[in-house]
């Protein structure tokens, strides 16, 4: 079955430190990923697709097939980027997530 | 652009009693999903809407759950008889474009409280 694994539930780093929130997955297909992300008191809202590799907020990440990694980097944490970060696998038109992993950014 | 709206935001009910959600979607997104937040775990899918035709609905526990979009636009999510395990934040999300396509916007979400 397709599933999205993140392995830390919590990741705790200091302000301008290298942040690197990992996301491995399982399909045998072509994957689609996506991070999304929830700030305290929002919705949750789209971060960044690997289709569009693009850098959000100084926030990359790179779709690894070989190790069916798709781990989302920022190479100098911010106080705001304290949140519940989760990542997405889209198969045909399923959309799977992982279970999350909280970033706190400490002062 | 209005996002997606859901009501209410909280609930709390005894076991064995019945609840509705209510989701309305973003305007023109033809696409509907009702996800199940546990607490501590990633969102899981429930069931997805094309317009008014249900796409996949494999993981809706169907002896007790319901959801309908009847006209194409806003959905219902029923649970009826709950039970403990069904405590959770229950997601609306919509997207413009079908399947793989089209990002997701959720709403703020409902969360149930089951006693």
């Known amino acids: 079955a397709q599933r999205v694994t993140q392995p830390e539930k919590l990741l705790s780093v200091f302000k301008g430190a290298p942040v690197e929130l990992k996301c491995n997955y399982s399909?045998?297909?072509?994957?689609?990923l996506f991070w999304y992300v929830q700030y305290s008191r929002q919705r949750l809202q789209l971060l960044l697709r690997h289709i569009s590799r693009e850098s959000i907020k100084g926030f990359t990440a790179d779709l690894n097939k070989g190790e069916t990694s798709f781990h989302l980097k920022k190479p100098f944490a911010q106080e705001e980027d304290s949140a519940m970060y989760y990542c997405a696998l889209v198969y045909g038109q399923n959309f799977v997530f992982g279970p999350g992993t909280r970033l706190s950014v400490l002062p | 652009e209005a996002g997606v709206a859901q009501s209410p935001r909280y609930k709390i009910i005894e076991k064995r009693q019945s609840v509705a959600f209510w989701c309305n979607p973003i305007?023109?997104?033809?696409?509907l999903y009702w996800y199940q937040q546990i607490l501590g775990q990633g969102p899981k899918l429930l069931i997805q809407f094309q317009n008014n035709g249900v796409v996949d609905d494999s993981q809706l526990p169907k002896d007790r759950f319901s959801a309908e979009r009847l006209k194409g636009v806003d959905s219902t999510l029923k649970i009826q008889p709950a039970k403990l395990e069904d405590s959770a934040v229950y997601l609306c999300a919509s997207s413009r474009l079908r399947g793989t396509a089209g990002e997701l916007f959720f709403g703020e979400g409902s969360r149930l409280t089951v006693l």
């Open positions: 399909y045998s297909g072509s994957p689609e």
């Open positions: 305007s023109g997104h033809a696409t």
